[in-house]
């Protein structure tokens, strides 16, 4: 199956080809005619689309669609403006290893990265805690992004985002020895857990809606329940001292209340899980930024940075290479045949 990355899109750009459906809705215009607004992606990159036919059934989220369409610009940000659409036959023969955003790493090599970790611990009653929490997250860890569409939005980005703090964290041990590692190690495994009860994804890893738990509680709070709950199952007291650290830490990661914590980190640990969030979660977004844009040129404004971000010109060949960003592997590829 070859056709046009999402990733390389350029405005006037004619695309004939097939995409995943991320989101998918019928709206109003202002003078009352009805559109279909979409999300599409391929394992490069997503791209809002417009159907402006109303009698079109909006396609189901998760599925593949046939399209013809136009890249457009609109507001300094490319979109495609859809004149044909169809969901796929079996005739097609799609390669769906093509179209879902995959984590860089199988998996299971990234679970046993952190189950690596949790061997390395010296506390014994960390060690059992954050045990509790993996086996409380269960399989869907394997397959689970970690946001709908910012960093780490791809399948296993939960696990990919876990292993790279991770070893973020082994380096920042060397500069700070007198870090508590094994604190540390687990607040980075166990603070964004959570997420798997805030957000409602398929096996393909595409996040189509947030649960009513995520919607009025969010990961931070229920991750220290999480604590609070594998706690108690691990046989540990609720004020045992280690379990209030990890769930300090849980609910201050984000830094400040501006961004959703209710306290800001108030012990060094905290500090430091706190800015491997940070960097990993803005290498991630602007590494996917930086592979759609072409060198020496700016990217349209990205909204969650509040900046323009630019690829510089000597970057190597191989950051300007965006059908590389997602490689993909044979256990996305039968986890996704399961749902069609």
């Given at each position: 199956m070859e056709q046009t990355a999402v990733a390389t899109f350029a405005k006037d750009q004619k695309f004939e080809g097939f995409l995943l459906v991320r989101t998918s809705e019928q709206r109003a215009s202002a003078n009352g005619?009805?559109?279909?607004?979409?999300?599409?992606?391929?394992?490069?990159?997503?791209?809002?689309?417009?159907?402006?036919?109303?009698?079109?059934?909006?396609?189901?989220?998760?599925?593949?669609?046939?399209?013809?369409?136009?890249?457009?610009?609109?507001?300094?940000?490319?979109?495609?403006?859809?004149?044909?659409?169809?969901?796929?036959?079996?005739?097609?023969?799609?390669?769906?290893?093509?179209?879902?955003?995959?984590?860089?790493?199988?998996?299971?090599?990234?679970?046993?990265?952190v189950h690596a970790a949790i061997d390395e611990m010296k506390n014994e009653k960390l060690q059992r805690l954050v045990r509790e929490l993996i086996a409380m997250a269960g399989d869907e860890l394997l397959y689970f992004p970690a946001a709908q569409r910012l960093h780490h939005a791809e399948r296993s980005g939960l696990l990919h985002h876990t292993t790279t703090m991770l070893k973020g964290a082994r380096h920042m041990l060397e500069v700070y020895p007198w870090l508590d590692r094994d604190l540390l190690f687990a607040g980075v495994i166990a603070h964004d857990l959570s997420k798997i009860r805030e957000m409602k994804s398929d096996e393909s890893g595409n996040v189509n809606d947030y649960t009513t738990e995520?919607?009025?509680?969010?990961?931070?709070v229920r991750g220290v329940t999480q604590v609070r709950e594998a706690a108690r199952r691990a046989g540990l007291a609720e004020d045992e001292e280690y379990v209030l650290l990890l769930e300090h830490m849980v609910i201050s990661h984000h830094g400040e209340a501006e961004f959703g914590s209710p306290r800001m980190p108030m012990f060094p640990e905290a500090e430091m899980l706190h800015w491997l969030d940070v960097l990993d979660a803005r290498m991630n977004e602007m590494n996917g930024i930086v592979k759609r844009t072409p060198s020496g040129a700016f990217s349209e404004k990205i909204w969650s940075l509040d900046r323009r971000v630019y690829h510089p010109r000597y970057t190597s060949e191989m950051s300007n290479q965006p059908e590389e960003a997602h490689p993909s592997h044979p256990e996305a590829e039968k986890a996704y045949q399961g749902l069609l």
């Open positions: 005619s009805r559109y279909l607004d979409m999300t599409l992606c391929d394992r490069t990159g997503d791209i809002n689309a417009k159907l402006w036919d109303g009698a079109v059934t909006p396609p189901r989220v998760g599925s593949i669609v046939k399209v013809r369409a136009l890249v457009t610009e609109y507001n300094g940000r490319l979109q495609l403006r859809v004149n044909r659409l169809r969901e796929t036959e079996d005739a097609d023969d799609v390669d769906i290893s093509m179209l879902v955003p995959c984590a860089p790493y199988p998996p299971r090599q990234m679970l046993q990265e995520g919607l009025l509680l969010g990961h931070l």
